[in-house]
Each structure stands twice: as C-alpha cells, then as structure tokens.
C-alpha cells in the first residue's frame, strides 16, 4: 500500500493513496497522522491495508491525490541516521573539497545522525539563507524501521523494514568543511531532508513480506529514517 501526509498541522493528515497516486481518502477512523499509525502499527497496518485494496478496486472514491499538498510522509520523526552505502560517492564527495577517505569507509558504513523536528515536503522550497552556502542535494533510498533488537544481524534486521521512501538528503557543501574541522560531524550544513509524497511498503516494491506486529518508533535506528 502507499500512504502519505497531507499538510495540516506538525504531523500532517494521514491518507491512504492508490497504485496510480492520483485518488486518495483520509482514516482518521484508524490513525490521524502516520506517526500514529506506526505507533500502533500491528493494529493499523491491516486495516489501512483494507483501505488500499478498497480505494484500488474502485469501491471507495476519495479525493484527487495532489503532492503538492503533501508534506513528508513523516513530517517529523523522532530519530534520523543517514548512511553512506555507496563509498565511491564519500570518495568522490571528500575529493571536492580535498580531504582522504579513510580505509576504514569501505567497511565500516559512515552514518551521521540528522535533524528530524521538521522535514520538508515533497514539492516545498529548500529555504537557506545565502546560495553561497552551497546547495547541493543527493537522492537516496529511506526506510522506516519498527523496533530493532540491540546487535541485531543485517539479514534479521531485513525483517523490520516497514515502509520505504525516496529522500533528498539536502546539503550545504560550501559550510561542510569548517563544520567538520571542529570534530564533532554535521549540524548546520545539514538542514532538513526532502522526502517522496508516498511512504510504501515493501511489498509493493516485490520485496518479500514483513512482519507488522512490532510498535513502531520512528526512525529508531533508522536510515530512515
């Protein structure tokens, strides 16, 4: 199923979304916002599942589906960590400003943990105050995870995937470098993502079915995170 948050309020409206993404319907019968959902997600994943195969089958008509009026699928979430699956982009990132990868990078992911009070929607301007900060964006893959055990393995942790988005990881190259010579990572040329209009789940991406009997905190160990 796809969901998504209509703007309105810091958590946004939760809806169910179709296939096509051009219908959708509110259920604030089952959760006003998606973080509620998550919350209670082995009680409301079945039941928003019935929604989408009712909106999908025409049984139920909604409203026009418009992402414009959508803010991020979370609109704010209580955790956010950010990976680098793909070292040649740290390799190629750290050339530009002159710095050298550590060997270490190639096995041992870097990850950073990012703001997450308030995300930006999928069709909203990125407000800086000055373009000479540097204004540069990378798209990447997030994904929203229920509770995961302490040591978990990364074939186990599979299993706790629950939704899946796009995201722009927004960056301001141009302040990364003295941010980073003070030795304690990100902050101020990391402002807050862009996410899709849609969260799905895994399913609809072919990937094999997850359990939906965990409670969900958001982005707990995320990468979506």
Not at 138 to 152: F, I, Q, R, T
Not at 211 to 218: F, K, P
Request: aromatic residues 8%; charged residues 20%; contains cysteine.
């Amino acid at each position: 199923m796809k969901l998504a948050s209509l703007k309105g309020g810091r958590d946004g409206r939760l809806v169910v979304v179709n296939t096509q993404m051009d219908r959708c319907i509110a259920v604030p019968e089952i959760a006003v916002t998606l973080q509620s959902a998550l919350d209670h997600w082995s009680e409301c994943a079945p039941q928003l599942a019935r929604v989408f195969t009712s909106l999908e089958n025409g049984d139920i008509q909604g409203e026009a589906f418009q992402p414009e009026n959508c803010d991020s699928p979370l609109p704010r979430a209580f955790h956010w960590a950010d990976g680098s699956a793909y070292v040649n982009h740290v390799e190629l990132v750290r050339k530009a400003r002159n710095a050298e990868i550590p060997d270490s990078f190639w096995v041992d992911p870097l990850m950073y943990q990012g703001g997450s009070d308030a995300f930006i929607g999928p069709r909203d301007d990125i407000e800086v105050a000055d373009e000479a900060w540097g204004i540069d964006f990378e798209a990447e893959v997030a994904v929203v995870l229920d509770d995961v055990p302490m040591g978990v393995s990364p074939e186990a942790a599979l299993q706790h995937i629950q939704l899946v988005m796009l995201v722009n990881d927004v960056s301001l190259r141009n302040l990364i470098p003295g941010e980073l010579a003070k030795g304690f990572g990100f902050y101020q040329s990391k402002p807050s993502s862009a996410f899709s209009p849609v969260a799905v789940t895994p399913g609809m991406l072919g990937m094999p079915g997850r359990r939906a009997n965990c409670i969900y905190r958001c982005g707990q160990s995320s990468t979506v995170n």
